[in-house]
């Protein structure tokens, strides 16, 4: 079965701008969770997804959504982006909600000039 | 106001040795914990979970220990090998919350 994948593994974006990632979760999971980590704040849970439905939410601004598709696939919008966004961003895939296991994907990091 | 980075702890040890890597969660509800092992560049990897009904869990050259009377989660390596360095952390999960710690980086000298 194959794991979690995310893309791009890399993006760099100036300051005010906005990006995408993408996540698709392993075939047959329905939740998908997002995170922030950074080295200076660890892993920080952003939003978890189920069945096309936001389940839970951290505690980000407005600025970082995120949405899924009826195939468990789901992606993650940061808009206006800041110096302090630059951050590895991981995506997990559950069977059911967020407190099963939890199989992460390898990660976009995304550089913010 | 200066932003104060993460200070990871730090685990060395002599390959073929065994490893112990301890967490201490923080809420008595916490119902179930997993290890991650997390490699340079790459996500974190499951390594192996228990269940707050056990305190012991065994899987390859792994073991999971919880003790809830103290709130403490370790995890051992047997025979500790150079592919093992990365950082571990624990995950802790209560009532459909899951959170993780900031982490041990284990070295291995060969």
């Known amino acids: 079965k194959a794991g979690v994948t995310q893309t791009p593994r890399y993006l760099i974006k100036t300051r005010g701008q906005q990006v995408t990632l993408s996540c698709s979760p392993i075939?047959?999971?329905?939740?998908v969770s997002w995170y922030q980590q950074t080295p200076g704040q660890g892993l920080q849970f952003l939003f978890e997804?189920?069945?096309?439905?936001?389940?839970n939410k951290g505690n980000f601004p407005g600025r970082f959504s995120g949405r899924q598709f009826s195939n468990s696939r789901s992606e993650m919008n940061v808009s206006t982006l800041e110096l302090g966004d630059s951050a590895l961003y991981l995506c997990?895939?559950?069977?059911?909600?967020?407190?099963?296991?939890?199989?992460f994907g390898p990660g976009t990091r995304l550089t913010v000039l | 106001g200066e932003s104060v980075g993460l200070h990871l702890p730090t685990l060395s040890v002599q390959e073929g040795d065994n490893s112990i890597i301890n967490c201490a969660y923080s809420?008595?509800?916490?119902?179930?914990f997993i290890w991650y092992k997390q490699e340079s560049g790459k996500g974190p990897q499951f390594i192996i979970d228990?269940?707050?009904?056990?305190d012991k869990r065994q899987g390859q050259r792994v073991t999971v220990l919880l003790n809830k009377t103290v709130k403490h989660l370790s995890l051992q390596i047997a025979a500790t090998q150079p592919g093992d360095s990365a950082v571990y952390f624990c995950?802790?999960?209560?009532?459909?919350?899951?959170?993780f710690g900031a982490g041990t980086r284990l070295t291995v000298k060969p």
């Open positions: 997990a895939s559950s069977s059911g909600t967020r407190s099963d296991t939890q199989y």
């Open positions: 075939s047959g999971h329905r939740s």
């Open positions: 997804y189920f069945s096309e439905t936001q389940r």
């Open positions: 809420n008595s509800a916490s119902d179930y």
């Open positions: 228990i269940r707050s009904n056990m």
């Open positions: 995950a802790e999960n209560e009532r459909n919350d899951m959170r």
